[in-house]
Nanobody, 125 residues
Framework: QVQLVESGGGSVQAGGSLRLSCAAS????????MGWFRQAPGKEREGVAS????????RYADSVKGRFTISQDNAKNTVYLQMNRLKPEDTAMYYC??????????????????WGQGTQVTVSS
C-alpha cells in the first residue's frame, strides 16, 4: 500500500510562487512514477507533471512548461512541485498521485493507483 500526503498549498498573487510537497510511503515499486494533477471547480482533472523516480525523468503539460518544476528528494521520499509565475488560471485543488510504470509510460495521464488528499492553490489577479 502507498500513502501520499500533500502540503504547501495556499493563496498567492499572480506572478508569485508556491512549492507543493508530496510525502510518500509504502511499496517503492508501486510509486516509481509520481504525478501532480489539478482540478478546478467545474473542470476536468488535468495532469500537470510527472517524474519517473528511477531516472528523474520529467514531463510537463504545455500549460505549465517553463513555469513549474517537478523534482524529488529520495532521502525524504518526497516529490515537489515548484510553481513560479503563477496565473489565476492555475487556481485549483492539486493532487499528488503514484503508480508503478516504466520510463515510457510514466506520464501525468491515465489512471494512477494512489492519490493524496489534495491541497488548494488559489492565485488572485
Amino acid at each position: 500500500q502507498v500513502q501520499l500526503v500533500e502540503s504547501g498549498g495556499g493563496s498567492v498573487q499572480a506572478g508569485g510562487s508556491l512549492r507543493l510537497s508530496c510525502a510518500a510511503s509504502g511499496y517503492t515499486s508501486s510509486r516509481n512514477c509520481m504525478g501532480w494533477f489539478r482540478q478546478a471547480p467545474g473542470k476536468e482533472r488535468e495532469g500537470v507533471a510527472s517524474i519517473y523516480t528511477g531516472y528523474g525523468t520529467t514531463r510537463y503539460a504545455d500549460s505549465v512548461k517553463g513555469r513549474f518544476t517537478i523534482s524529488q528528494d529520495n532521502a525524504k521520499n518526497t516529490v515537489y512541485l515548484q510553481m513560479n509565475r503563477l496565473k489565476p488560471e492555475d487556481t485549483a485543488m492539486y493532487y499528488c498521485a503514484a503508480k508503478g510504470a516504466t520510463l515510457f509510460t510514466c506520464t501525468a495521464r491515465g489512471d494512477f493507483d494512489y492519490w493524496g488528499q489534495g491541497t488548494q492553490v488559489t492565485v488572485s489577479s
